[in-house]
């Protein structure tokens, strides 16, 4: 089975919410002092975050480029990283062997929502006055 090709702007929204769950997981361990912990210990978060987001996003039409371009559909990142975030915890759960704490999956599904709604908006306003412009 062959994969279709990804378009430039599907490739960019790609990377862009790679580095938003890389840059809230940096955000996450800053805040409890514990950068030092290394990229081991951070990828318990970044890649189930990330893989939750992967599963969930594409139900929500996030990678359609009609999609990410239009302002009044930025609620669809938003609510696909909230639906991803117990997603998100329970992988991570797995991956500990440690109990899922309810506080944790609320906090990384709070910030990683806004922070992927923000990196959308910026990516939607560009797209727009790409359109304008040119």
């Not at 950068?35 to 139900?59: D, K, Y």
């Amino acid at each position: 089975m062959k994969l279709p090709a990804l378009s430039r702007q599907t490739l960019t929204l790609l990377l862009g919410d790679v580095i938003v769950v890389a840059l809230v997981t940096i955000f996450g361990f800053a805040t409890h002092g514990r950068l030092e912990s290394g990229a081991n210990r951070m990828a318990t978060t970044f890649l189930p975050v990330l893989a939750a987001w992967l599963c969930v996003a594409p139900f929500f039409g996030v990678y359609e480029v009609g999609v990410a371009r239009q302002p009044r559909l930025l609620w669809r990142p938003f609510y696909a990283m909230v639906i991803a975030a117990p997603l998100a915890g329970w992988l991570r759960g797995l991956w500990l062997g440690q109990p899922i704490i309810p506080l944790f999956v609320f906090v990384l599904g709070g910030i990683s929502s806004l922070a992927v709604l923000a990196w959308r908006a910026i990516y939607c306003f560009i797209a727009l006055r790409k359109i304008t412009e040119g």
